[in-house]
């Protein structure tokens, strides 16, 4: 049997889920943030993905062979610290200010509206369409500290 590493970064976007590690659409086990596993898999060529709840990783073919561990890395959406950080700002921001920006500053209402808008759909993207981009899964050369 050949080895596989698997490292996930740890992150704040979901740290508190496992995300599960799929060989050639089998489910081998899952993955806590900032956990790195050892598994054995056949030797030869393999697809491997990572899904959690709806949304996943792309496939990444990867071969493998008794000589020398293959090291893949995990991790997750990379942009939905910024954009969760943004849209809560942002709507705390209207929250705390909406009617002295309503009444003081009207200019500022359709900015605040297509900032607002470009934040939704960036979000829907990566839970509908884009699903399967979430999650980013790439082979490395060498271990990952």
């Known amino acids: ?10 992150v704040f976007m979901n740290w508190a889920y ?21 598994i054995d898999i056949p030797e030869g ?35 939905a610290n910024i954009i969760m950080g943004l849209m809560s ?7 705390t200010f909406g009617h002295q920006l309503k009444t003081d500053f009207p200019f500022l209402k359709l900015p605040v509206m297509i900032i607002a808008s470009f934040f939704i759909i960036a979000s829907c993207y990566y839970l509908t369409i884009g699903r399967n981009k979430y999650i980013e899964i790439k082979e490395n050369p060498k271990p990952t500290e």
């Open 45 to 79: 060529t393999s697809i491997i993905n990572a899904k959690i709840y709806w949304m996943g990783s792309q496939d990444l073919p990867i071969s493998v062979s008794n000589e020398e561990p293959k090291f893949v890395s995990i991790s997750g959406f990379k942009p």
């Open 1 to 10: 049997m050949a080895k596989l590493i698997i490292s996930r970064k740890s």
């Open 89 to 95: 700002l942002l709507t705390l921001l209207i929250l």
């Open 18 to 38: 496992e995300y599960k590690i799929y060989l050639n659409g089998q489910k081998l086990r899952t993955i806590s943030s900032g956990e790195t596993i050892e």
